[in-house]
């Protein structure tokens, strides 16, 4: 299994201003998940991060707007740029450990709020 | 990744059986079905996983029909605490490396009540 923590796991943001949203796994990891859930909706893939190369980011996310680090294999970082109320979400950690079940383990979440 | 239908709630009352259907016609022959569970204010969490016929945990059992294109996850007894989102996803199954990524679909909102 893995454990995941998540830093913070709330905040209030001011329109305009960047937050950067931490996630530590307790064991290595080749690959670091980034998912956003809008409030009410179901989770949605942002990026993908792979230790020692850049994101893979899906369609509707850009690096200019979610940029994210990967310094080692179990750390990894997201920052939401220039916040807007519509950036209101929860932010979640994932990474998966393959075998003969692939189960996917999840961060508790960071709930922003952007007024 | 095949595209998933669940219903969108469901409700039951304590110490029922809850059987939520999820259909994905177009499952392809590499794909597994995994079911995950999500409580307001956490991340979601495993539930079960299979690729045909049934599988049984100590939480629920997995169905799966000869064609796969549906699947049914059983959970026995309900209570209380089991009122959360499920969700099914189907997709290949990584025996090594990091794992895929996750495609979610919209859930199953399932509401325990005495």
């Known amino acids: 299994s893995a454990v995941i923590s998540q830093k913070p796991s709330r905040d209030i943001c001011q329109r305009g201003t960047s937050l950067t949203i931490q996630c530590q796994v307790d064991s290595q990891v080749t690959m670091m998940f980034w998912y956003r859930q809008q409030p009410g909706q179901s989770l949605t893939l942002i990026a993908t991060a792979n230790q020692g190369s850049e994101a893979t980011y899906e369609s509707g996310f850009v690096i200019d707007k979610f940029p994210i680090s990967r310094p080692n294999l179990t750390f990894s970082t997201l920052t939401v740029s220039n916040m807007s109320p519509e950036d209101s979400s929860i932010y979640l950690c994932?990474?998966?450990?393959?075998?003969?079940?692939?189960?996917?383990?999840f961060g508790q979440g960071t709930r922003l709020t952007v007024v | 990744l095949a595209k998933t239908t669940q219903p969108i709630s469901m409700d039951s009352y304590e110490g029922q059986e809850v059987n939520i259907t999820c259909s994905h016609n177009?499952?392809?022959?590499?794909?597994?079905i995994t079911w995950y569970q999500q409580f307001p204010s956490q991340g979601p969490r495993f539930i079960i996983q299979?690729?045909?016929t049934k599988v049984t945990n100590e939480v629920a059992s997995l169905f799966i029909p000869a064609d796969r294109k549906s699947s049914t996850l059983s959970l026995p007894r309900v209570s209380l605490s089991d009122t959360a989102v499920y969700y099914c996803l189907v997709g290949e199954r990584v025996l090594t490396g990091g794992g895929n990524k996750l495609t979610f679909g919209t859930g199953t909102q399932l509401k325990v009540e005495l």
């Open positions: 177009n499952i392809a022959t590499n794909d597994y």
């Open positions: 994932s990474v998966a450990l393959g075998g003969q079940i692939t189960e996917a383990f």
């Open positions: 299979g690729y045909k």
